[in-house]
């Protein structure tokens, strides 16, 4: 069970907006950045926004992130089937003294 | 352009050690802001984080993996390795190398596609 909590999957039909969202803990999201990483099966991941709400090179403007507190978000405006892939949050953590991952979201489009 | 490319046994033993190399194309491994690091993901699951290094040899590893784990570069080739000790069915995974840059985010902005380890008798 991974130290930062996503719902295991969400879903949404074409050009609806979806919400994934990454709950921590004060020595982690409270304290560090977030990243958030898109993987499509059989693939490797790919870095989707950075520094909480910075998207990556080439990432559609549909897709936005956000931080507060301990807990942060991923948005997926104007879905697409495409988007259909595994979400995952990512940030650092003080108190290991390592980097964490979470557990991974599932979107299915509808 | 940057590539990287995880390689090494498909099948390990049980108790035995699973070692990749990753080999990286178009960037310098003593590049003084990059970091390189080890992922792995079990089949089915989610992300982990093994370990990064910085080719001087300072390292952040897994506190949960660290005293089986080890992370070497080798600045000659190139390549930077993983070495996990006394594996079991729990280390079965595919494992990716990706370059790490802790000073623009902690983000891992490039990967390799990965290789599949299974851990077997």
């Known amino acids: ?110 | 352009q940057l590539h990287l490319q995880e390689s090494g046994p498909g099948l390990v033993k049980p108790s035995e050690t699973l070692s990749l190399t990753c080999t990286v194309s178009g960037d310098s491994l003593t590049t003084n802001t990059h970091y390189w690091a080890w992922i792995r993901q079990p089949p089915g699951r989610g992300l982990e984080w093994l370990g990064s290094m910085y080719f001087s040899g300072t390292s952040y590893y897994n506190p949960s993996l660290k005293s089986r784990l080890a992370i070497s570069i080798d600045t000659s080739t190139n390549q930077f390795s993983l070495r996990l000790s006394s594996v079991t069915a729990a280390d079965t995974a595919v494992y990716f190398c990706a370059r790490w840059k802790p000073y623009d985010g902690r983000i891992f902005d490039m990967w390799g596609q990965g290789t599949m380890v299974t851990v077997s008798s």
Not at chain 1, 36 to 50: E, I, R, S, V
């Open chain 1, 1 to 110: 069970q991974s130290v930062l909590t996503q719902p295991p999957s969400v879903s949404g039909t074409p050009v609806q907006r979806v919400v994934i969202s990454c709950s921590g803990s004060s020595s982690n999201i409270g304290s560090n950045t977030v990243n958030w990483y898109q993987q499509f099966p059989g693939t490797a991941p790919k870095l989707l926004t950075h520094t909480n709400n910075q998207r990556a090179s080439g990432v559609p403007d549909r897709f936005s992130a956000s931080k507060s507190g301990t807990s942060a978000s991923l948005a997926i405006n104007g879905l697409q089937s495409e988007d259909e892939a595994h979400y995952y949050c990512a940030t650092w953590d003080d108190t290991l003294n390592g980097q964490l991952f979470g557990g991974g979201t599932k979107l299915t489009v509808l």
